[in-house]
């Protein structure tokens, strides 16, 4: 059973940062890829960042050059580092796994539960 612990989201002015980690345990250790995607309101989920446990990453074009994804193997955890931050990053923020990649939630196996995220203006 794979499961995921996101934390870090918060309240932060515009221009700010904010640094998200997603524990993994059980059988996400396994899996090949590791997804940052949020959810605002009255809006479809979509996809934010991803890294494979060998470190590739990709970013979606709206975060590109603010966000970073990384991972620690040791820790079995993967981070958001998200910086200069807009009031449109807000929303909720979870992290996914899965066995391929790609940008599109449904090809994602498990999930957590999600982290706020809140940009002041």
């Known amino acids: 059973q794979a499961h995921m612990v996101e934390s870090g989201g918060g309240l932060v002015q515009a221009g700010g940062s904010l640094r998200l980690s997603c524990v993994a345990s059980g059988s996400a250790l396994s899996w090949y890829i590791m997804g940052w995607f949020r959810q605002a309101p009255g809006k479809e989920r979509e996809f934010v960042a991803r890294v494979t446990w060998s470190g590739d990453s990709t970013y979606a074009d709206s975060v590109k050059g603010r966000f970073t994804v990384s991972r620690d193997g040791a820790k079995n955890t993967v981070y958001l580092q998200m910086n200069s931050l807009k009031p449109e990053d807000t929303a909720v923020y979870y992290c996914?796994?899965?066995?391929?990649?790609?940008?599109?939630?449904?090809?994602?196996?498990?999930w957590g539960q999600g982290t706020q995220v809140t940009v002041s203006s």
């Open positions: 996914a796994a899965g066995r391929v990649s790609g940008s599109n939630p449904s090809i994602y196996d498990a």
